[in-house]
C-alpha cells in the first residue's frame, strides 16, 4: 500500500498490462502511499484490494493464474512483523498471470549508531551539500535521511554521496 507498490502498478498499466490490480495490508484508510498517489493510480485503471494478505500464487500447468488471498483486519507493525486476524470466510482468488511483489523496507541503523545528530528523531543528519554525516568518513542518503520516498531521490543522492567520497579520499574538501 505504499508509493511504491503504487508505482509499480502505475508502471504495470503504463506499459501496457490489460488489467491491473494490487492488494496489500493495509485498509484504504491505512494505506501510506500518498493519497494523490493512491487517486492517479484509480483514475489510471488500478484496482486495489486493501486489508488482504497472499496464502498462495495459484498456477496451472507452470504458469501463474492469480493470487489466493484472504481479507484481514490489520493493526500494523510489532517489531517488523504484521499483526492481524484473518476474516474467517473472505477467501478469494484474484486472477493474474503476471505478480509483481513491492514490499516495503526500512534502513537497518544500527550501523549508524555512532551519529548522534538525527532529524525527527529518527534519520542521520547530514550535509545538504556532500551528504556527510557528523562522524568523518560516514556519508548518508536516501531513505535512510529522507525516510520513504522517490527511487530518483535516492539514486540522485547516491550520486551525490559517490562524489563526496571520492572527494573525501582524495583529500578534497569540497
Not at 145 to 170: C, M, P, Q, W, Y
Request: glycine share 10%; charged share 25%; with cysteine.
Amino acid at each position: 500500500g505504499g508509493n511504491v507498490a503504487i508505482d509499480t502498478a502505475m508502471t504495470a498499466v503504463r506499459t501496457g498490462a490489460e488489467w491491473v490490480g494490487m492488494a496489500c495490508l493495509e485498509s484504504r484508510e491505512t494505506m501510506p502511499a500518498h493519497d494523490w498517489e493512491i487517486r492517479d493510480a484509480a483514475e489510471e485503471g488500478v484496482e486495489v484490494y486493501p486489508s488482504r494478505t497472499f496464502k498462495e500464487i495459484t498456477d496451472q500447468d507452470g504458469r501463474v493464474t492469480g493470487v489466493r488471498c484472504v481479507t484481514v483486519d490489520f493493526r500494523g507493525f510489532i517489531e517488523g512483523r504484521p499483526d492481524f486476524d484473518e476474516i474467517p470466510g473472505t477467501e478469494e482468488i484474484i486472477p493474474a498471470d503476471v505478480v509483481i511483489f513491492a514490499i516495503g523496507q526500512r534502513p537497518e541503523l544500527a550501523p549508524l549508531k555512532n551519529i548522534d545528530t538525527t532529524t525527527r528523531g529518527r534519520f542521520p543528519e547530514v550535509d545538504p551539500e556532500t551528504l556527510a554525516t557528523s562522524v568523518p568518513g560516514v556519508f548518508a542518503g536516501g531513505d535512510v535521511v529522507t525516510g520513504t520516498s522517490f527511487i530518483v531521490d535516492a539514486i540522485a543522492a547516491g550520486h551525490k554521496a559517490a562524489k563526496s567520497i571520492h572527494n573525501f579520499l582524495l583529500g578534497e574538501n569540497n
